[in-house]
């Protein structure tokens, strides 16, 4: 019987260093595990501000990205219109300096004509005169209307007055010099003379 106690006295012995030895090592597995749990909890903080920093850092990108691309279209569209400008200036530049030789040739043409001039020669004046307007009308010029038409300043340049009768007061009664349109723009005002009572 005493053997038997001594092996139960063992048995509960051993029972319980095993139960503190689940103790000790329950106690160290939860302050093991409240430490990856704590430098789980810091690693995720420390993902999160890197993330933070991250999307911060790409939005800062993409307004940066946005603000070029704005810039760049600007210069595009200042570019094409500077082009513009400088094709419409040119092509101005031009057409002022040949009115004189379409007026010239018109004068001659007239002259011409009430002469007793060859009609071969006036022919070839007519033809190089209407080949030189029709490469101008291509290009956007186009003669102002003005005979029989109110006066207006904008397109009329008044030199004279000439008296006429009441229903044609401030009108255009003749043209001295044709003036033109290049687009909408007048390039050279119509000289006339205006009816004033």
């Known amino acids: ?26 106690i160290e597995v939860e302050v093991e595990e409240d430490k990856n749990t704590a430098e789980q909890a810091s690693e995720i903080e420390m993902l999160k501000k890197q993330l933070e920093e991250k999307a911060q850092k790409s939005d800062e990108n993409y307004d940066r990205f946005l603000r070029m691309q704005a810039e760049f279209d600007n210069f595009r569209k200042r570019t094409i ?27 001659a043409l007239n002259i011409f004509k009430t002469s007793n001039l060859d009609n071969s020669y ?30 207006d300043p904008n397109l009329h340049h008044a030199v004279m007055q000439v008296e006429g009768d009441a229903d044609e007061e401030n009108k255009v009664k003749e043209v001295l010099q044709k003036g033109y349109f290049l687009g909408s723009k007048v390039i050279r005002p119509v000289m006339v003379k205006v009816v004033s009572n």
């Not at 219109?81 to 031009?94: A, P, T």
């Open 1 to 26: 019987m005493k053997r038997k106690d001594k092996t139960e006295e063992k048995s509960t012995a051993e029972t319980s260093a095993e139960m503190y030895t689940d103790k000790t090592m329950g």
């Open 122 to 151: 006036i022919d070839g004046v007519d033809m190089i005169q209407n080949q030189l307007l029709s490469i101008l009308e291509k290009n956007g010029l186009k003669e102002i209307e003005a005979i029989g038409m109110d006066f």
């Open 81 to 107: 219109k500077e082009r513009e400008d400088m094709y419409i200036m040119s092509l101005e530049k031009i057409v002022t300096q040949l009115l004189p030789i379409v007026d010239n040739m018109e004068r």
